[in-house]
């Protein structure tokens, strides 16, 4: 097997967790690369030209899935090194567990869903297969989340007082409910899962393998080096299109940090300034449309919101998040005198636009079959097949069959730990509707926060934190749309404001301590303390805080009329601007305590909602612009 193929199949770049995996060689990597293709190839069959029952896709790819779960994670990190017979059993049993449901279905419906006691072996066997190999990609904690959503069905539910009481169900009532029923492991989110996500990988896989990332990142070099602060800035603008097709906040950072985070360096930014951005920027990467990570497509199918539509009004707000970063940086550099980068040091505009145009086309295609009324999962099939085409434009950047196979490796290594979090969540969700947790959970936010919407919002914000300190994005998303969506919808709160402030929420435990992968990845790349990387880049994001809160208040989701949606937005920049200021002591000129007490005035006025505080916020603002100048001079 050639040594390149071996390589891109190892790459971690899709995951949403940082979880050593081994690297395979000899006839264990031949056999994992097959499967790995097989499964591109079935995603990519079941969701164009295929016709099989939901359930028994979804059937297929847990198969596929685990199979390859359990041969690229170790059951410890002893074993790290070498693939033990233990792996191979789990492995092959994870593929019967799956095909018996798919062969036996039919022989269940016979029965008139009355399952008999092979049904509920096979059942019980293929939850623990999910929960061990989620331990192994994970950790402990998604797990053990939901083994206490099980036991609280079956045991110690009834035990419990108020709301929070429930009768139990009986044990095979649960197996049948997690192993066939539409809720369970194999149900909404698994259809999530292997239809959109899958989709959606196997493209951002597709985009990498041909060569886009490269040319993202010498695009915004060439775009952005010259300008003060130029790395730093490149690495906003690299890691907002990058993030968007690699779908993870920790593969984006590592991705594109190895290249940012030193440039950073060498140009004078702090080591633990230049891992923040880093990790700041990469955070805002899934929130970025067209594709925004496995969240906007499960988010899609829960609401029933067209896709396109929750890509088109997210594209404003994750717009502004990517600017506000971008002021921390400005004004860094204004303050410590750092100075662009020489001409030398930066890419040919006209040259890099002429070896990557092309790259254009493949996006192009996707955006344009969602517009046409394509499905995602078809527009995104088509958008792959066009980066093949697209490739074929510059000889440089041509795939061959090789590359093909590669980048199908590639996609599907990529789905595995996404695909293993939303298999697992499904034992949560399933859980939940089962027993109406959802709705106790609501009951409970809306004795706390009455009829405060405010108070709503900052306890779904302090759950999102508490969660991902354990939970990927993804899951957390999940867990929380699940649990405290509809107590913002009973608020007055529309349905997509309430996911979206909740999809936000959930990109914050990357870049807020004291568990923040992003930070920390970013703080190993560039030799800083990963602590105080973690607080620098939890105050470089804070957009990703007051941007949501204004879902819930403004018309800047387009629900309202346009010219309120252009002035909220111009609004929210400039008290964005103006908290940078503050918290930065820079904007002119260097500022003292007043000056940066009047600027937090500013940007509280700016972000409230109201035209009148606008108003005021903007000619304190016209003041303070006045006043320094006049310094200055």
């Known amino acids: 097997m050639p040594e390149s193929h071996r390589t891109i199949f190892n790459q971690d770049r899709g995951g949403e967790v940082s979880t050593p995996h081994r690297v395979l060689t000899g006839r264990h990597h031949v056999l994992v690369l097959i499967v790995g293709v097989c499964l591109s190839l079935f995603h990519l069959w079941s969701n164009t030209l295929g016709v099989l029952p939901e359930l028994q896709r979804n059937a297929v790819h847990y198969a596929f899935i685990l199979f390859l779960g359990y041969l690229l994670y170790p059951v410890s990190s002893r074993y790290s090194s070498r693939t033990l017979v233990l792996d191979y059993f789990l492995a092959i049993l994870s593929l019967v567990v799956a095909f018996y449901l798919v062969f036996f279905e039919d022989a269940l419906h016979a029965r008139n869903e009355v399952p008999n006691t092979a049904d509920l072996i096979f059942a019980g066997i293929a939850i623990l297969l999910l929960l061990e190999v989620t331990r192994r990609t994970t950790g402990f904690f998604i797990p053990l989340l939901a083994l206490v959503f099980l036991t609280y069905a079956l045991f110690w539910g009834q035990y419990l007082s108020g709301i929070w009481a429930f009768p139990g169900v009986s044990f095979p009532r649960l197996l049948y409910r997690m192993y066939f029923a539409p809720d369970g492991i194999f149900g909404t989110i698994a259809t999530i899962s292997s239809t959109f996500v899958a989709l959606f990988v196997l493209f951002g896989a597709f985009l990498l393998r041909s060569g886009a990332g490269d040319f993202m990142i010498r695009l915004s070099l060439a775009l952005l080096g010259r300008t003060v602060g130029g ?68 988010m899609s199918q829960w609401t029933q919101i067209p896709y396109l539509t929750i890509v088109a009004v997210s ?70 097949a066009s980066i093949v085409v697209a490739s074929w434009l510059n000889k440089n950047t041509r795939m061959h069959i090789g590359d093909i196979v590669d980048a199908l490796a590639l996609g599907a290594r990529n789905m595995i730990t996404t695909g293993i979090i939303l298999l697992c969540a499904g034992i949560i969700v399933g859980v939940v509707l089962m027993v109406g947790v959802g709705i106790k959970f609501s009951l409970f936010i809306s004795a706390i926060a009455g009829s405060s919407v405010l108070i709503t919002v900052v306890l779904i914000a302090i759950a999102s934190l508490i969660l991902g300190m354990g939970l990927p994005v993804t899951a957390s998303y999940i867990v929380l749309a699940v649990l405290a969506a509809p107590a913002l919808t009973n608020l007055g709160v529309s349905l997509i404001a309430a996911h979206l402030l ?112 606008h108003a005021v916020g903007v000619a304190i603002f016209l003041v303070l612009i006045l006043l320094q100048k006049r310094v200055a001079t």
């Open 231 to 298: 790395p730093a800035k490149m690495a906003v603008f690299a890691s907002g299109m990058l993030g968007s097709i690699s779908g993870s906040a920790v593969a984006n950072t590592v991705g594109s940090g190895s290249l940012t985070i030193p440039m950073m360096k060498r140009t004078g930014f702090s080591p633990t300034f230049s891992g923040a951005v880093e990790a700041a920027a990469s955070t805002g990467g899934q929130l970025m449309p067209p594709i925004m990570g496995a969240g906007a497509f499960i």
């Open 502 to 613: 909740i999809f936000w929420y959930s990109q914050d435990a990357n870049v807020t301590p004291p568990v923040c992968l992003a930070a920390y990845s970013a703080a190993g790349i560039a030799g800083a303390n990963p602590l105080r990387t973690g607080f620098e880049s939890w105050r470089i994001a804070k957009g990703i805080y007051f941007i949501p809160l204004l879902f819930c208040y403004t018309p800047i989701l387009f629900e309202g009329e346009t010219w309120h949606v252009i002035e909220t937005a111009i609004a929210m920049l400039l008290g964005l601007l103006a908290f940078a200021a503050a918290s930065e002591g820079f904007h002119m000129v260097s500022l003292g305590v007043i000056y940066r007490v009047l600027f937090l005035v500013v940007a509280v006025l700016m972000l409230w909602p109201l035209l009148i505080c």
């Open 315 to 384: 594209f404003i707000p994750a717009l502004i998040y990517f600017l506000s970063v971008t002021f921390f940086i400005h004004f860094r550099a204004r303050k410590r005198g750092i100075a662009p980068l020489s001409a030398s040091e930066l890419p040919n505009m006209r040259e890099t636009v002429r070896e990557g145009w092309h790259f254009a086309i493949p996006i192009a295609v996707l955006v344009g079959t969602l517009i046409y009324g394509f499905t995602p999962t078809f527009a995104a099939a088509i958008g792959t």
